[in-house]
């Protein structure tokens, strides 16, 4: 088992670019990491690592090394898959990802019950709303919403989702309500976005009579994390266009209002991804199953109130 961590610290080095951020994936300190490099160098007999200030590149070796080291993790993972799967006792790690509101209200909740559930499955989660490199952070799950057009992975659709354009009384008292979209860009709304590296909506798209039609919204200013922006609407900054679900307690205790309901957004789809390897993994089946009827169950009771 100890040359088969060191290939698996090696596998990481290389896809992360740094022992640092190796040790934190894999919960092993820098140090340790860069004892397990030489071990497996000094077994090997080469040199896998340039090493420079900022990052470790892989040698002409460490590259061809890689190509076979990585398929020998993943037969690994597979064969013990089989064998959880054949015993009917799954167990090892999870590593989910999701974004952040979607995390803490749907998801985050449900990995105690989870485990407890399945005790000797153990679940890392990663809340963030950047777009997460699946394959490069070595996800077994993500939780989205919104476009998902990588066809590298596998999705499983949980349910669509109602958006909802939502504002403060205080900003319609101020600014006034739009009574079309049009007004969004002609009377100059603050619209606020959730912009990030790799995010693709830079639009907001409504449904209206003559189908989807795309707006180019502007804002004073925007961000990466969904909660400011709702907390920067409810302040009576501006207008946010957020799934229903998220919003839903605070248009019922009228702090936000829905705006143009008769021309919403067009619904967004939260989806579980997962590279294609991963459903044969029982325990991987067992969360995709436990959290889709989870969030789903959620989710309805947050939009009838309950």
């Given at each position: ?211 989807p039609r795309k707006f180019e919204v502007h804002g004073p200013y925007d961000t990466d994390d969904g909660d ?64 889709a009827e989870r969030c789903q169950r959620l989710i309805k009771d947050i939009l009838a109130g309950k």
């Amino acid at each position: 088992m100890a040359y088969l961590d060191n290939i698996a610290v090696f596998v990481r080095v290389v896809e992360l670019g740094n022992l640092s951020a190796a040790g934190r994936d894999m919960r092993i300190s820098p140090a340790v990491a860069s004892n397990r490099i030489k071990e497996l160098e000094k077994h090997l007999g080469v040199r896998l690592f340039n090493r420079t200030t900022r990052q470790l590149m892989p040698t002409e070796h460490g590259t061809v090394f890689y190509s076979g080291a990585k398929q020998v993790l993943e037969a690994v993972t597979e064969a013990e898959a089989a064998v959880s799967a054949l015993s009917g006792q799954p167990r090892g790690t999870i590593k989910v990802t999701a974004p952040l509101g979607l995390g803490r209200r749907l998801v985050a909740s449900g990995i105690p019950d989870f485990h407890d559930k399945y005790p000797d499955i153990e679940v890392r989660l990663r809340l963030s709303d950047h777009n997460v490199d699946i394959m490069k952070e070595g996800i077994d799950v993500a939780f989205r919403l919104g476009i998902i057009e990588d066809s590298s992975l596998r999705m499983r659709g949980i349910m669509e989702c109602e958006r909802v354009l939502v504002a403060a009384p205080k900003y319609l008292e101020t600014r006034g309500e739009p009574a079309e979209p049009q007004e969004l860009i002609g009377k100059k709304h603050d619209c606020l976005m959730l912009r990030y590296s790799g995010a693709r909506e830079y639009v907001w798209t409504l449904q209206t009579a003559d189908g989807p039609r795309k707006f180019e919204v502007h804002g004073p200013y925007d961000t990466d994390d969904g909660d400011v922006l709702t907390g920067w609407a409810l302040s009576g900054r501006g207008i946010i266009n957020k799934p229903r679900f998220e919003v839903e307690p605070f248009i019922r205790d009228r702090r936000l209002k829905v705006i143009l309901p008769d021309t919403p957004p067009t619904p967004v789809q939260f989806a579980a991804v997962y590279p294609h390897k991963k459903l044969q993994d029982p325990k991987v089946r067992l969360l995709l199953d436990f959290m889709a009827e989870r969030c789903q169950r959620l989710i309805k009771d947050i939009l009838a109130g309950k």
